[in-house]
T-cell receptor, first 116, second 112 residues
Framework: ETGVTQSPTHLIKTRGQQVTLRCSSQSGHNTVSWYQQALGQGPQFIFQYYREEENGRGNFPPRFSGLQFPNYSSELNVNALELDDSALYLC???????????????FGSGTRLTVV | GESVGLHLPTLSVQEGDNSIINCAYSNSASDYFIWYKQESGKGPQFIIDIRSNMDKRQGQRVTVLLNKTVKHLSLQIAATQPGDSAVYFCAEKNQAGTALIFGKGTTLSVSS
């Protein structure tokens, strides 16, 4: 059984640029969530994807967007990067029915994004 | 509103001691709670979970207690080892059931 894998592990971008982060979910999981973790803080929910559609979103602006593919992998896209976007971006996969009953969230090791 | 917090930002214990990490939550309708361990440079690692229809759940060296009356959650680690040193987060599912809400974390330091 493979866990959640994320790529790249580290990334440096310039303010105003766009970035795409990738996540492969754990085998058997059908739901993917993305979280942003600032230094010294707990992870903050960005959004969740179930059946290739966004079915939950946290308090993040529209320049944060995502995709889920038929194999349950996912991408997080961030446009017009700001310095405050510098953080660890975590992907979590889970198994849910209907997108709301998810349990057993498994996290990847994250992508460390630095915006300069 | 929905929020999860931890009582202490840091906890220092000696190897072999038992550790207790506490967490308070505000959403009385929360039905699922998880404890995660996060080591430096890594993602949160699942430790143990509990559903609201239970008061206690035990794993290997860990026990989670849930007190719904006072909306309090605790993680007990028996015979704490240096490898247990990490940041510990409690998390609850939000009302919509689509996300986990994390507290700020407790840093556990174990000295030998």
């Amino acid at each position: 059984e493979t866990g959640v894998t994320q790529s790249p592990t580290h990334l440096i971008k310039t303010r105003g640029q766009q970035v795409t982060l990738r996540c492969s979910s754990q085998s058997g999981h059908n739901t993917v969530s993305w979280y942003q973790q600032a230094l010294g803080q707990g992870p903050q929910f960005i959004f969740q994807y179930y059946r290739e559609e966004e079915n939950g979103r946290g308090n993040f602006p529209p320049r944060f967007s995502g995709l889920q593919f038929p194999n349950y992998s996912s991408e997080l896209n961030v446009n017009a990067l700001e310095l405050d976007d510098s953080a660890l971006y975590l992907c979590a996969s889970s198994l849910s029915s209907g997108g709301r009953g998810a349990y057993g969230y498994t996290f990847g090791s994250g992508t460390r994004l630095t915006v300069v | 509103g929905e929020s999860v917090g931890l009582h202490l930002p840091t906890l220092s214990v000696q190897e072999g001691d038992n550790s207790i990490i506490n967490c308070a939550y505000s959403n009385s309708a929360s039905d699922y709670f998880i404890w995660y361990k996060q080591e430096s440079g890594k993602g949160p690692q699942f430790i143990i979970d509990i559903r609201s229809n239970m008061d206690k759940r035990q794993g290997q060296r860990v026990t989670v207690l849930l007190n719904k009356t006072v909306k309090h959650l605790s993680l007990q680690i028996a015979a704490t080892q240096p490898g247990d040193s990490a940041v510990y987060f409690c998390a609850e599912k939000n009302q919509a059931g689509t996300a986990l809400i994390f507290g700020k974390g407790t840093t556990l330091s174990v000295s030998s």
